[in-house]
């Protein structure tokens, strides 16, 4: 699944290709994604023009100047690409939808697995699936501590290990599997640790981990694994700096610099997998 760097990334994309520009066709070729596209997403959308795009967690909101903003997630394997339009334009295996632009702009929306979803709701108003959602990872230095004590705070309350709720998007927006892996590790601390056990200076480290790591990923345009490219069908390259994501077994790349050699462990918290040092990690 596309997370917070992906999706900022895929943004950044879109904005870049289709803002100030005005919708002219809506095709809606499969309905059925998480829930069923809206029916009237075509008379919404016509003769819109979009703009603005922002992001919340791992949500895509395309805001339009009737008022009206566009919802989108990727779900586990969805895809939104832009190219030129032409006549010739040949419709994608598994494209649910197809947006045009007076510009000439194609935008398409594709996803094989169909776990994405894509709803319109009014500009003024909070989309159900947003109201409940935490703050998003991403702060200027000067709020890192004002950040680190509500999260110490959110912390205090968990019995529940510090992985599941650095996952939990009700603490905090957008992060997902691989990043909080890769922030603990940058943080020294262990995924298996208790969330109550965390301390202010503990967090403090884990904040900042986390504006490390999501910096640099979105900076080297996310991680592609499987299906995700970015709006030009281009792939993400920040698999290649993970350090301890997928790499069971092989040897951490902290403890060499120390003249150890330490493998990198797997386990499985709330059904998904950690990776992790339990030399580095405490």
């Not at 045009?100 to 996803?111: A, N, P, V």
């Not at 943080?187 to 986390?210: D, G, M, Q, W, Y």
């Amino acid at each position: 699944m596309p997370e917070l760097p992906e999706v900022e990334t895929i943004k950044r994309g879109l904005e870049q290709s289709l803002i100030n520009q005005t919708i002219v066709s809506v095709k809606c070729h499969r309905d059925h994604l998480r829930i069923p596209i809206p029916k009237n997403l075509d008379s919404v959308l016509m003769n819109a023009q979009i703009i603005n795009f922002t992001r919340r967690g791992k949500y895509i909101l395309i805001h339009l100047n009737n008022q009206q903003t566009i919802l989108i997630h990727l779900g586990m394997s969805g895809k939104m690409i832009v190219r030129p339009h032409n006549s010739s334009y040949i419709l994608q295996k598994h494209e649910h939808l197809t947006v045009l632009t007076k510009e000439g702009q194609c935008l398409s929306y594709i996803d094989p697995r169909r776990f994405g979803m894509i709803d319109i709701f009014p500009s003024n108003q909070t989309h159900r699936l947003l109201v409940r959602m935490g703050p998003e990872p991403i702060i200027p230095k000067t709020k890192y501590s004002q950040f680190s004590s509500y999260l110490y705070n959110q912390l205090q309350k968990k019995k529940q290990s510090i992985k599941s709720s650095l996952l939990d998007q009700h603490l905090i927006a957008g992060l997902g599997n691989i990043y909080v892996c890769e922030a603990l590790f940058l943080a020294e601390i262990s995924p298996l640790r208790p969330s109550n056990s965390i301390t202010l200076e503990e967090t403090f480290h884990i904040v900042k981990a986390i504006q490390t790591i999501l910096t640099k990923a979105i900076k080297a345009g996310g991680s592609s694994m499987r299906d995700y490219v970015h709006s030009d069908g281009k792939r993400g390259y920040f698999q290649m700096q993970w350090n301890v994501y997928g790499k069971e077994k092989e040897n951490c790349s902290k403890c060499l610099t120390k003249g150890k050699k330490t493998l990198i462990k797997r386990t499985t918290q709330a059904g998904r997998s950690s990776f992790y040092c339990d030399t580095c990690q405490r």
